[in-house]
Structure formats: structure tokens, C-alpha cells
């Protein structure tokens, strides 16, 4: 029974460039959460996302971030004209219903670095 | 507004040293989760432990313990005998009654000594 999946695990990017994160829920679970991670700090909520919809995007920076799952395939973060500050680590949780007693599985996370 | 406070930024024990990581939490909500989260150095989040609001009775879990005071607002995490493969940065989190999101502390990196 897989866990989450994050791909790439790594991600080398010039400043200008774009970034797409992608992340495939646990088996069963229709419900996914992007989260980032800045050195030596917590992680911070972005956005959560059901199949086809955006239910919460109040920690997305309003410019150059967007956050879709589609009815077939993984949830996609995508970081359009990258700058150094994107430099992070970025995890995906998913959880089967969304519930607020749901918890959330997380996945290894793609370590993002803007040169 | 929440927050959750981990003041110990760094731990380094002895192995088999019993250690305490410390977890402070803010709401107004009467209901809500918290949850313990361990990141060991290939940097994925696994799951501990999540404990509702109503549920005050303290949890083991092999050398693994939990402590919820809600009067003082804690939900301390007590590691016994503790291990090399315990090395690890260890999240505590708040999740609400209403909201889809986790709040998260900074995380207690513990190293265990050999």
C-alpha cells in the first residue's frame, strides 16, 4: 500500500524559470494538502485541493503560484519565474475524506533550490 | 488566531537518556487535534500520534509517551531509553474543529549520541 508520492525529490531551478511539483495521494484518499517548509522553519499551509477543486488556497502567495488536481492524475504545484526566496522544501499530505478529525499523511517532500 | 510554540529549538541526549520534547499550543476553539509528526534525516514526515481535545488521557506507545494538559495548553512528547534512530526533527501540530489546515511549530531536533 504506496504512501504518498512526490516527484522529483530534488529540483534544480535558474531564477525565471518554472517549477512543477507533482504529488499522487495514498490510495483512496481524494483529498490533498501542499505544504512549504523553509529552512529551519515549520511548515506552512498553501493550499488543499479536492479532485478537480481548490476548497482552501489562503496560504498561496497570490502571484507566480497555482495548485490543480485534476479528475486523472497527480496534483501539480506549479511555480511560475522562480526567484531564490521559492528556494524550499515542498510536502504534499493527503487524507481520505478531508474531515476535520481526518489526519494527514504526508509524503518525502521535493527539496527545491533556485540557483 | 493559533500557534504552536516548540522552545526547544535543539536536544542532544546519551543514548537510553529519557528525553522530553515540549509542545505549547494557542486556541480559542474548545475542539480541535493535535497531532506529532517525526522527520528523520531523509527528510519525510511520518505520523506519530493524534490526540482530540476531549481526550486528556495521557497515551504509550512502546518507549513513545504523550502528556495533554489542557489547562497548561501542552502536549509534551516523552521519548524513553531513547535511540540513535530516535535522531530526528520532531513537529508538533494544531488542527482546529473547522479549517483544512495544520499549523505546525518549528520543530525540536533531537540527536541521540551513541
Same mark, same amino acid.
Given at each position: 500500500?504506496?504512501?504518498?508520492?512526490?516527484?522529483?525529490?530534488?529540483?534544480?531551478? @535558474?531564477?525565471?524559470? !518554472?517549477?512543477?511539483?507533482?504529488?499522487?495521494?495514498?490510495?483512496?484518499?481524494?483529498?490533498?494538502?501542499?505544504?512549504?517548509?523553509?529552512?529551519?522553519?515549520?511548515?506552512?499551509?498553501?493550499?488543499?485541493?479536492?479532485? !478537480?477543486?481548490?476548497?482552501?488556497?489562503?496560504?498561496?502567495?497570490? !502571484?507566480?503560484?497555482?495548485?490543480?488536481?485534476?479528475? !486523472?492524475?497527480?496534483?501539480?504545484?506549479?511555480?511560475?519565474?522562480?526567484? @531564490?526566496?521559492?528556494?524550499?522544501?515542498?510536502?504534499?499530505?493527503?487524507?481520505?475524506?478531508?474531515?476535520?478529525?481526518?489526519?494527514?499523511?504526508?509524503?518525502?517532500?521535493?527539496?527545491?533550490?533556485?540557483? | 488566531?493559533?500557534?504552536?510554540?516548540?522552545?526547544?529549538?535543539?536536544?542532544?541526549?546519551?543514548?537510553?537518556?529519557?528525553?522530553?520534547? *515540549?509542545?505549547?499550543?494557542?486556541?480559542?476553539?474548545?475542539?480541535?487535534?493535535?497531532?506529532?509528526?517525526?522527520?528523520?534525516?531523509? +527528510?519525510?514526515?511520518?505520523?506519530?500520534?493524534?490526540?482530540?481535545?476531549?481526550?486528556?488521557?495521557?497515551?504509550?506507545?512502546?518507549?513513545?509517551?504523550?502528556?495533554?494538559?489542557? #489547562?497548561? #495548553?501542552?502536549?509534551?512528547?516523552?521519548?524513553?531509553? #531513547?535511540?540513535?534512530? *530516535?535522531?530526528?526533527?520532531?513537529?508538533?501540530?494544531?488542527?482546529?474543529?473547522? +479549517?483544512?489546515?495544520?499549523?505546525? +511549530?518549528? +520543530?525540536?531536533?533531537?540527536?541521540?549520541?551513541?
Amino acid at each position: 500500500n504506496a504512501g504518498v508520492m512526490q516527484n522529483p525529490r530534488h529540483l534544480v531551478r @535558474r531564477r525565471g524559470q !518554472e517549477a512543477r511539483l507533482r504529488c499522487s495521494p495514498m490510495k483512496g484518499h481524494s483529498h490533498v494538502y501542499w505544504y512549504r517548509q523553509l529552512p529551519e522553519e515549520g511548515l506552512k499551509f498553501m493550499v488543499y485541493l479536492q479532485k !478537480e477543486n481548490i476548497i482552501d488556497e489562503s496560504g498561496m502567495p497570490k !502571484e507566480r503560484f497555482s495548485a490543480e488536481f485534476p479528475k !486523472e492524475g497527480p496534483s501539480i504545484l506549479r511555480i511560475q519565474q522562480v526567484v @531564490r526566496g521559492d528556494s524550499a522544501a515542498y510536502f504534499c499530505a493527503s487524507s481520505p475524506q478531508g474531515f476535520y478529525t481526518d489526519t494527514q499523511y504526508f509524503g518525502p517532500g521535493t527539496r527545491l533550490t533556485v540557483l | 488566531a493559533q500557534k504552536v510554540t516548540q522552545a526547544q529549538t535543539e536536544i542532544s541526549v546519551v543514548e537510553k537518556e529519557d528525553v522530553t520534547l *515540549d509542545c505549547v499550543y494557542e486556541t480559542r476553539d474548545t475542539t480541535y487535534y493535535l497531532f506529532w509528526y517525526k522527520q528523520p534525516p531523509s +527528510g519525510e514526515l511520518v505520523f506519530l500520534i493524534r490526540r482530540n481535545s476531549f481526550d486528556e488521557q495521557n497515551e504509550i506507545s512502546g518507549r513513545y509517551s504523550w502528556n495533554f494538559q489542557k #489547562s497548561t #495548553s501542552s502536549f509534551n512528547f516523552t521519548i524513553t531509553a #531513547s535511540q540513535v534512530v *530516535d535522531s530526528a526533527v520532531y513537529f508538533c501540530a494544531l488542527r482546529l474543529n473547522t +479549517g483544512n489546515q495544520f499549523y505546525f +511549530g518549528t +520543530g525540536t531536533s533531537l540527536t541521540v549520541i551513541p
